[in-house]
T-cell receptor
Framework: NAGVTQTPKFRILKIGQSMTLQCAQD?????MYWYRQDPGMGLKLIYY???????DKGEVPNGYNVSRSTTEDFPLRLELAAPSQTSVYFC???????????????FGPGTRLTVL | DAKTTQPPSMDCAEGRAANLPCNHS???????VYWYRQIHSQGPQYIIH???NNETNEMASLIITEDRKSSTLILPHATLRDTAVYYC???????????????FGKGTKLSVIP
């Protein structure tokens, strides 16, 4: 039971390049989230999904896109990388509130992205 | 969303209790208080949550004042591995289908000293 996994762990991009950050979970959780964390700051929500086929914007969605074709995977796409997207990206999941007694989110280990 | 206020940093001697305060004076009646921590370079980790009553689990205790305007996370016997940033979060805005956003502030950096 791996929980929440993220790949890659580290990546350096040039301005204008694109990439996809992968997030996978084996907990059969419906809810998935993408956060970014800038140095010395708290986490900010980028996008979230309440189930396969359903996604919605969080606090800072500009410059990103997501898809949720399966329960297990929730990739985050950067189309035209900018230096402002240099950050650590965390994926998180949460169980269905109908079956889970808490609102606890479980986080992956993060992807450290640098855009030069 | 109810805003939380935490001290930016605290020190605690190894083996002693670490008491981390949080103010949430605008909390509404049905909002829970959650605590997470983030050890350097790792993803945040859930610790505990509560509504009105004090709560205890294998990691920590949570004391919520009667007026619910503040709370204290207690790590009873702090170890060096408890050095981390601790986030106090009041469960945020409803974002559809029973899912709630968690709004992370800057938290309290706890340093456990040998």
């Amino acid at each position: 039971n791996a929980g929440v996994t993220q790949t890659p762990k580290f990546r350096i991009l040039k301005i204008g390049q694109s990439m996809t950050l992968q997030c996978a979970q084996d907990m059969n959780h419906n809810y998935m989230y993408w956060y970014r964390q800038d140095p010395g700051m708290g986490l900010k929500l980028i996008y979230y999904s309440v189930g396969a086929g359903i996604t919605d914007k969080g606090e800072v969605p500009n410059g990103y896109n997501v898809s949720r074709s399966t329960t297990e995977d929730f990739p985050l796409r950067l189309e035209l990388a900018a230096p402002s997207q240099t950050s650590v990206y965390f994926c998180a999941t949460k169980g269905d509130i109908r079956t889970s007694s808490t609102d606890t989110q479980y986080f992956g280990p993060g992807t450290r992205l640098t855009v030069l | 969303d109810a805003k939380t206020t935490q001290p930016p940093s605290m020190d605690c001697a190894e083996g002693r209790a670490a008491n981390l305060p949080c103010n949430h004076s605008t909390i509404s009646g049905n909002e829970y208080v959650y605590w997470y921590r983030q050890i350097h370079s790792q993803g945040p980790q859930y610790i505990i949550h509560g509504l009105k009553n004090n709560e205890t689990n294998e990691m920590a205790s949570l004391i919520i004042t009667e007026d619910r305007k503040s709370s204290t996370l207690i790590l009873p016997h702090a170890t060096l591995r408890d050095t981390a940033v601790y986030y106090c979060i009041v469960r945020g805005a409803y974002s559809g289908a029973g899912s709630y956003q968690l709004t992370f502030g800057k938290g309290t950096k706890l340093s456990v000293i040998p």
